[in-house]
Structures are given as structure tokens and as C-alpha cells.
């Protein structure tokens, strides 16, 4: 098996995927508005600082963002009967599922970027650190990968899968720290550590406030440890999933 | 030289036998039929060659490679037209066959040039920039059989590649397969059309149950069901069918509009007992025919059993 050319295969399904699913406006601009009015509706009210805020919308924008979309290709493409012309053509699953996360990792740093530039620019927030570049890449990659292992169930019905997400997404961004600190949640703190988002909210926090549980190394090497579990098990779960889906 | 060999090749889901044990080559450059009812195990038999569903036993090799030990390679000269697939109808015709090249390993500049013949060739190429979603559903079928082609493909599998289009869209569609068979392309094509598996066809697999129960040219198979020749025969009034059987020469007589349809096989003796007869009881036979035994009556005796 030819690696690169099936990473050059990844790309064509990234193209395929920005084309038909996210560069759309509404697309776009509901990845702008979802985590914003999300954010707007914790931090309405509370006396909390910007160095405590952005982290929080930063991950959760990153979150939202990177795994919005790419849970819902796969039923799409099998209710549209695309899916099997897709496998048919001389290309691993693997490959093809990594394109997937490509388009959604491109689209969540497209968003987490504008939110960089907003703090930086309007709320004048100093959030520019090599590991936090580092770590943004890492986690859309890995809050991809969640979004493609969501997307396994052999189903044609993207609601299905929406509704999957939502049960996922929701209480993850609750027990990770993006709007209480994960001390205030006493005996319950270690629920956070089986969350992903909990440490690249770590990892902005300590770039943007200097305050964190974690080392940003630790941060980044969870980061690291969900992405190849996600990665991983979504090829696994995709692959037995995939006759039930013809 | 063999372009498909399959050996003893058995599919089961959750242990319903979708496809049995069943073997069969095609010689490289054949236009190869897979007959059948629905439910028969086509689609499955198809899908287990072009890699999409793994085999619970048996064997098949696609060229040279075993389809399950090297698909990407078994793959790489596949054109493959999956039953009800569909084109990425947000996209443009030229964009899916530009990612279909893509996907093909093949060069962009290769695939601007195919794309262009193939768009021209399928009557596409006017509407190459439009989106697919503004397509009839035969321009689309003839966009899906184009992506199929984008990789020049030594095997090509069309699995019903005209169910439910216009005329002049399956006609096209036909011409074309034969073209491209003419020049070498080993085709496998899957239909319940037995007319089409008639004119296209050099041979044919007749399946049943997920087993193959015939597979011989369409000549030979008829000539193998000398019973259902037949004679239609209309008189210029009504006579007692039980009457037309004439001891045992006829096996069956059946009413078909206004005529009769006598099944033998013996089909020379029968005319001049039905003259006798027509004089016997004072009438005039309107018209006769004599029928040879069709691919459809073949069909019908074979998965009927």
C-alpha cells in the first residue's frame, strides 16, 4: 500500500467534503454563532475575567466546531448512496475517514482562528504560545476524530447521529471546565480527566492566565492519547459498520 | 486468459445464504450477464468482487489479485457502477469525475482530458460546470457510468446501469458498453432485463437463491428449453383448449389475448393436427405462428424451480 498516495487521497476527500458541506454561509456562520451564544449565555451575569472567559470559548468554539459536521457525512453519504462509489474506488478506510477529519479539523481552526483574532484585536488578550498553536492543532484533530466516531452507527438518518452528538458533546463541555473550574467540582473532579476537552482547556488557560491543573506537556500528550484512541476506534467501529450500510 | 475467477464464493448475513458456493471465470474481454430475480444475489455476488463485502468462504481472483489479500491493487483497473449510487449532486458533473480520477491515483492534468472525452462522449459535456442536483435522472445515470470509466478500466462492473431510464438514455448507455467491450473491456453487467442480457451479452449466469442454476451463452441456454417452443394459433371461433392437446404432443395450452399458445416439443407435427382439427369442427385458423423459445421463458423455468 502506497501511504502517500493514499494521504493524497485523504486531501481529495477533504475537498470534497469543504465543497459539499462546509463551505456553505449558513454552515460557517452557525459555527461563529453556535459557541458564541453558548458563551454569551454562561458568562451573562457572572463576575468572571476575560483571561478565564476566552480560554472557555476558545475550546468550546474548537469543539463545537470540529466535531459539528463530520458525524453527519457518513449517514449523509449513505442516504444519498454515495457511500459505496466512495469505497468502491482504490482507497483504505482509513484514508477516507482521515479525509473526513481533515475537512472538520480545517473548519474548527477557521473558527478557533477568528475567535483568536477577535480576543486579540477587541478584548486585547495576549493568547499567542508555541504550545498553544501546538495543542489547537492536536485537539481539532482529536475533537475530529470523536466527531467521526460518532458518525460510525450504520444509520442513513443524520438526526440519528445528531442526537448521538448532543448526548456526547453537551456533557462533555459541562465537566471540562469551560465555564467552572474543574477544582470547584470537589469529589467529582475526575470525571474532567476522561474528557479531551478538559485538558486543551487547560492548555489555553495556562497560555492566556498562567493558571492550570495540568502541565502543558501533560495536556498535550492526552491530547495526543485521545486522538489515536478516537482515530483509531473510529476505523475499527467504521469498518464493521460498513456492509450494514448498503 | 481469465479476467475474473471465482471459486466456491458464499456470502451469508447473520445466517441467511445471500450467496452459495458459487464458481464461475470470465474470459478477459467478455461482456458477461448475471441474471436474476430480485433477491437472487447479484448486488452481493458483485459487491464481494469489487471489494465492498468480504466473502464468509471462498475465493475470487479479479485479474490477478485475490480481491480479499489486495483490493487496492484488484481495484486500481476496476470501473465499478453500483447498483443505485448516486453522483454528489452538490457538486458539478466535472468536479465528481475530477474527484473520481482523484481517487484513481490519477494525474490532474490526465484527468482534465478524460474528463472532457467522457463528458462529450455521455452528451454531458454542455452542462460540465452545473450541479448535479439540476440533472434528469438519466444525464445523472450517464455521469455515474462516465465516473466509472475515468480510470480506463480493464474490468467493468455495471450493476443494473439502465434500470428505470429514458430511452434514449439506455440506449446510449448500451452502445457505449458495447464500445468500450469492443476494445477490450471485460464487462460484467448485472440486470433483471433479460431483453438487454440477450443483446449485450456473451454469455450469462442465471442465479437463483443465491446460487447460479445456468450459465451459457443466450443461444445455447434456449436451445437447451426445446419445451417452451411454441405455436400461436387463432381460430375464427372459440375452441375448448383441452381439446388442442392432441394426446400427449402438446404439453401445454395456454390463452394469450385472443389466441392460444400451444407449448411442444414437437412443434412440426403439431400444425398440420391443428389444420385437421380446424376442419373437424368447421372453423378457419385466423393466424399461426411458430415462437422459438426465448431467454425470458428460460429465465422463468429456471427460478421458478
Not at chain 2, 23 to 49: D, H, Q, V, Y
Request: with cysteine.
Amino acid at each position: 500500500m502506497n501511504f502517500i498516495g493514499q494521504l493524497r487521497k485523504s486531501l481529495a476527500v477533504t475537498k470534497k467534503d469543504l465543497f459539499i458541506f462546509y463551505l456553505k454561509g449558513p454552515v460557517v456562520i452557525s459555527g461563529i454563532l453556535m459557541p458564541s451564544f453558548l458563551f454569551v449565555a454562561f458568562a451573562v451575569g457572572r463576575n468572571l475575567s476575560f483571561n478565564f472567559l476566552i480560554p472557555g470559548l476558545m475550546s468550546m468554539a474548537l469543539f463545537v466546531t470540529a466535531s459539528s459536521i463530520g458525524p453527519v457525512v457518513a449517514p449523509w453519504e449513505t442516504r444519498m448512496r454515495t457511500f459505496e462509489r466512495l469505497v468502491s474506488a482504490p482507497v483504505t478506510l482509513w484514508a477516507i475517514i482521515l479525509g473526513d477529519i481533515f475537512a472538520s479539523l480545517m473548519f474548527g481552526l477557521f473558527i478557533t482562528f477568528f475567535i483568536f483574532i477577535i480576543s486579540i484585536v477587541l478584548l486585547g488578550v495576549e493568547i499567542i504560545s508555541l504550545s498553544l498553536v501546538a495543542g489547537t492543532i492536536i485537539a481539532a484533530f482529536c475533537f475530529s476524530s470523536l466527531g467521526l466516531l460518532i458518525s460510525a452507527p450504520p444509520t442513513d438518518n443524520p438526526s440519528n447521529i445528531m442526537m448521538l452528538q448532543s448526548m456526547i458533546k453537551f456533557p462533555l463541555i459541562f465537566i471540562s471546565g469551560v465555564f467552572v473550574p474543574i477544582d470547584n467540582m470537589g469529589n467529582w473532579k475526575f470525571i474532567s480527566y476522561i474528557s479531551p476537552l478538559t485538558y486543551y482547556t487547560d492548555l489555553a488557560r495556562n497560555s492566556i492566565s498562567g493558571t492550570s491543573n495540568f502541565s502543558p506537556i501533560i495536556d498535550l500528550l492526552a491530547l495526543i492519547g485521545f486522538s489515536i484512541l478516537f482515530f483509531t476506534a473510529a476505523i475499527v467501529w467504521h469498518k464493521k459498520s460498513l456492509t450494514k450500510r448498503f | 486468459m481469465y479476467s475474473i475467477e471465482v471459486r466456491d464464493l458464499t456470502k451469508n448475513f447473520n445466517g441467511f445464504k445471500a450467496v452459495d458456493k458459487i464458481s464461475f471465470m470470465i474470459k478477459s474481454g467478455e461482456l458477461f450477464g448475471l441474471l436474476g430475480p430480485n433477491g437472487a444475489g447479484k448486488t452481493t455476488t458483485i459487491r464481494m468482487l469489487t471489494g465492498i463485502f468480504k466473502p464468509t468462504s471462498g475465493t475470487a481472483l479479479v485479474g490477478e489479485y485475490d480481491i480479499q489479500k489486495n483490493p487496492l491493487e484488484a481495484k486500481q483497473f476496476m470501473g465499478i457502477v453500483p447498483e443505485m449510487a448516486n453522483a454528489y449532486v452538490d457538486l458539478s458533473a466535472f468536479r465528481n469525475l475530477l474527484l473520481m480520477g482523484e481517487l484513481y491515483g490519477i494525474r490532474k492534468k490526465e484527468i482534465m482530458e478524460k474528463a472532457e472525452i467522457l463528458l462529450k462522449l455521455f452528451g454531458l459535456y454542455e452542462r460540465r460546470n452545473n450541479k448535479v442536483k439540476t440533472f434528469s435522472k438519466g444525464m445523472k445515470q450517464r455521469l455515474i457510468v462516465a465516473m466509472g470509466l475515468i480510470n480506463d478500466p480493464k474490468i467493468l462492473f455495471l450493476d443494473e446501469p439502465t434500470s428505470g431510464l429514458d430511452v434514449e438514455s439506455v440506449r446510449l448507455i448500451r452502445d457505449l458498453i458495447k464500445d468500450f467491450n469492443s476494445k477490450g473491456t471485460t464487462v460484467i453487467l448485472t440486470t433483471h432485463n433479460i431483453e438487454e442480457a440477450n443483446q449485450l451479452c456473451d454469455r450469462v449466469a442465471i442465479m437463483n437463491h443465491g446460487r447460479i442454476v445456468a450459465i451459457d451463452s443466450p443461444e445455447k441456454l434456449k436451445s437447451t428449453f426445446q419445451s417452451t417452443a411454441s405455436i400461436e394459433v387463432a381460430f375464427d371461433k372459440e375452441v375448448k383448449a383441452e381439446e388442442l392437446l392432441f394426446g400427449d404432443v402438446v404439453t401445454e395450452v395456454k390463452k394469450v389475448g385472443d389466441k392460444l399458445r400451444l407449448y411442444s416439443r414437437r412443434t412440426g407435427e403439431v400444425i398440420p393436427l391443428l389444420a385437421k382439427y380446424s376442419d373437424s369442427i368447421g372453423s378457419k385458423i385466423i393466424s399461426i405462428n411458430t415462437i422459438a423459445p426465448n431467454l425470458e421463458d428460460v429465465f422463468v423455468r429456471l427460478t421458478k424451480e
